[in-house]
């Protein structure tokens, strides 16, 4: 029963949010997903009502994220032709460099600030500065497949303050990223942009023309065989499978070849980042017994869209606001040190990094680097909304590259998991060498520039 009542619960937080989206023109201005704008109205009737909402249905509520993120990074590559590697590399090198660049930069940022700063003047955890980078680059999805993680090494109030991250790297990256827009538009850099004044009523609500409604994705089997969507979901389950049993894997090996360890990588290794490798391994089985056709990549799309709008309201609604109001400052510090970092990113950096629509480019990569992946394309829909410039094909294939580690990838969950085993500093180390490897790359793109 009480399956029954969160899904509801969730679907009216979505419905309003979406209604509130329609109706409230500060909101459309914002481009707030309706997911942020349902979550935001749950956490205000959860917070008021809180001793008349039962603690199971909250509790539920908090286990919803941690399930979804395994269908979102599952999907990932289902689908999905992937090029040659070296196809990959050539095309999307610089902004490959300008997204390692913002990512290892909130690591070096973070973990800096914590172990020098956050630790002797408030006495947080070492994991502390972990959240900058889980919460602006992960989201709410990379926080909530952490659950695991943080619980597993005692410190769960990670978990809300990790979605409070996600929240505020949300709703800066679209506010900033839009004065960012703005700045570029009167300085006669950008040429393509549609302003929230050249959409028309729907687009401005976010409600496609019946005419212009775009295809969900194209079935692949006849029903009498198995319902198209239930075969695809049934795919996202295998991937799964096949990440569950490479995480038990792992941890089985660790075990056996360290059995006098105490403290264990494995066992708070969250199982999401292996869900995306499961599904890559699953497409690169489909395409060797020529059996790819089955799946529809854009299926694929609108099921992991459902899992991360159900997994946003979800997280948001339930975020601690005890946790968050006792380490506002520590929080405060982090998110302005993430938000400036990719400011300078994008103002110095990228007109000297890429040679041909460098705002464009650069953009995408702050909205990401603040509000995840599709912040920063909505941000470069707004500035190319016709895909005029390289901009678009650049971002796929670096992401191609860089999700599998960073953002919720691989080393994401890793740090997570090094920083309760070897500490800060040490991990603080191997970021500042990361970021000094691709910053020498970056300088010799720019050098290459320059002589061209």
Not at 311 to 316: E, F, N, T
Request: hydrophobic share 55%.
């Amino acid at each position: 029963m009480n399956a029954i009542i969160v899904f509801c619960i969730l679907c009216v937080l979505l419905v309003t949010g979406k209604l509130l989206r329609v109706n409230l023109p500060f909101i459309q201005r914002l481009y707030l997903p309706s997911s942020v704008v349902g979550g935001l109205f749950g956490l205000l009737l959860i917070s008021l009502f809180r001793g008349h909402i039962p603690n199971e249905w909250v509790s539920a509520m908090k286990q919803l994220p941690g399930f979804l993120i395994n269908v979102v990074f599952a999907s990932l590559f289902l689908g999905k032709s992937i090029p040659a590697f070296r196809k990959i590399w050539n095309l999307a090198l610089p902004q490959l460099c300008m997204g390692q660049l913002l990512a290892w930069g909130q690591y070096v940022l973070g973990l800096g600030l914590c172990g020098l700063l956050l630790i002797p003047c408030f006495g947080v955890p070492e994991a502390f500065g972990n959240l900058m980078e889980i919460g602006f680059q992960g989201g709410h999805g990379t926080v909530g497949g952490l659950i695991s993680s943080f619980e597993s090494f005692g410190w769960s109030d990670g978990i809300a303050l990790g979605y409070t991250m996600a929240t505020a790297g949300m709703v800066l990256g679209i506010v900033i990223g839009m004065m960012l827009v703005n700045w570029a538009l009167r300085k006669g850099v950008i040429r393509y942009v549609r302003t929230f004044q050249d959409r028309n009523l729907l687009e401005q609500r976010g409600i496609y023309r019946l005419r212009e409604r775009p295809d969900a994705g194209k079935q692949t089997v006849f029903c009498d065989s198995i319902d198209s969507l239930a075969w695809h979901i049934a795919l996202i389950g295998l991937a799964i499978l096949i990440g569950f049993g490479m995480l038990k894997g792992l941890q089985a090996l660790e075990i056996k070849l360290f059995p006098d360890q105490t403290r264990r990588i494995f066992s708070g290794f969250p199982l999401f980042p292996l869900c995306m490798i499961g599904g890559l391994l699953l497409q690169k089985v489909l395409e060797k017994f020529k059996s790819s056709a089955l799946v529809d990549h854009g299926q694929m799309q609108r099921l992991a869209g459902a899992s991360l709008d159900f997994l946003v309201v979800s997280a948001v609604a339930t975020i601690q606001i005890s946790v968050v109001a006792a380490n506002w400052k520590p929080l405060l510090v982090l998110i302005v040190a993430g938000t400036v970092w990719s400011v300078i990113l994008v103002v110095w950096l990228a007109p000297r990094l890429f040679k041909e629509a460098w705002f464009e480019r650069a953009i995408a990569e702050f909205g990401q680097s603040l509000g995840v992946t599709a912040t920063g394309l909505l941000l470069l829909r707004t500035v190319d909304p016709e895909n005029k410039t390289v901009a678009a094909e650049s971002f796929g294939c670096k992401q191609l590259l860089h999700e599998p580690f960073m953002g919720g990838g691989l080393w994401t969950a890793l740090a997570l998991t090094l920083v309760f085993t070897i500490g800060w500093w040490k991990l603080f180390l191997i970021s500042c060498g990361a970021l000094i490897f691709w910053s020498v790359l970056s300088f010799l793109i720019i050098l290459k520039n320059r002589r061209s």
